[in-house]
């Protein structure tokens, strides 16, 4: 039985949550003093990714193979749906985060590029860590640029914390940023940053806590709220955004 990539990473989180032993990428804080005169910023392309509908802690999940496949099951129907949900607003993750920041940057002094575009191709493939940063880096395309960022989402979507009470769909994101030296030798800084931080044992992270306004109780609350959730969305990117920017600042 083949199994698909969504199911093996639920498998894998599954397994990070029960054992407790993850190896977060080490935080290093941006030396704003140290690098006064950068300026410009080209970012690599990130891996794909696609929104997604979550449970954490889903007592399927004690099962084995078996129980993920069956809770699985029961999320198609509300990932189906938020993909519909996405489509009416024709709403891009990728795009949403990409304006923000490059404007966030702006107001901070940068000037941010993508000269390869926002996302991979499919080929040649790129060897990345488990939380999507790469493993080598390429030089940077654009003469002009004097540091590249490595910038990946890890889960983005709707997230519950759990099946019982107390326990809303949220808006989450978590991104991975990673600033090098435009030899793709020196690391300058790195940070995780988690929107609606459900995951247990991963360690210390910067945190964004959601906006209460899109707290969803259940799939019901999820489906009669419309493309409010979407909303919610498209706030927590622009915030993540917004933070990373604010983490480079120099002043």
């Known amino acids: 039985m083949q199994l698909s990539p969504r199911v093996i990473t639920v498998l894998l989180l599954s397994l990070i949550m029960l054992s407790g032993c993850v190896s977060m990428p080490t935080s290093r804080p941006f030396n704003a003093a140290?690098?006064?005169?950068?300026?410009?910023?080209?970012?690599?392309?990130?891996?794909?990714?696609?929104?997604?509908?979550?449970?954490?802690?889903?007592?399927?999940?004690?099962f084995g193979l078996i129980g993920v496949l069956i809770a699985e099951s029961h999320l198609q129907t509300r990932r189906t749906w938020l993909k519909e949900q996405?489509?009416?607003?024709?709403?891009?993750?990728?795009?949403?985060?990409?304006?923000?920041?490059?404007?966030?940057?702006?107001?901070?002094?940068?000037?941010?590029?993508?000269?390869?575009g926002s996302?991979?191709?499919?080929?040649?493939?790129?060897s990345r860590k488990m939380w999507g940063t790469r493993k080598s880096y390429p030089a940077p395309t654009e003469p002009a640029a004097q540091a590249l960022l490595d910038v990946n989402f890890g889960f983005v979507g709707l997230a519950s914390a759990g099946s019982g009470d107390g326990a809303p769909y949220r808006p989450t994101v978590i991104l991975t940023a990673r600033l090098m030296?435009?030899?793709?030798?020196?690391?300058?800084?790195?940070e995780v940053i988690t929107h609606n931080n459900v995951f247990p044992n991963t360690g210390s992270t910067?945190?964004?806590?959601?906006?209460?306004?899109?707290?969803y109780p259940d799939f019901d609350a999820l489906k009669a709220a419309g493309t409010a959730p979407v909303e919610g969305l498209e706030q927590a990117f622009r915030r993540v955004a917004e933070r990373l920017a604010q983490l480079l600042s120099r002043t």
Do not use: C
């Not at 140290?34 to 509908?53: C, G, K, N, S």
């Not at 920041?101 to 002094?109: H, S």
């Open 86 to 116: 996405v489509a009416a607003k024709q709403f891009d993750h990728v795009e949403t985060f990409r304006s923000a920041f490059a404007e966030a940057m702006e107001r901070e002094g940068y000037t941010v590029s993508w000269p390869n």
């Open 119 to 126: 996302v991979e191709a499919a080929k040649p493939k790129i």
């Open 206 to 215: 910067v945190q964004i806590s959601p906006d209460p306004a899109h707290a």
């Open 181 to 190: 030296d435009a030899s793709g030798k020196t690391e300058l800084f790195q």
């Open 34 to 62: 140290a690098h006064a005169d950068l300026q410009q910023i080209e970012v690599l392309p990130m891996r794909e990714t696609a929104l997604d509908v979550l449970i954490v802690n889903n007592p399927g999940h004690s």
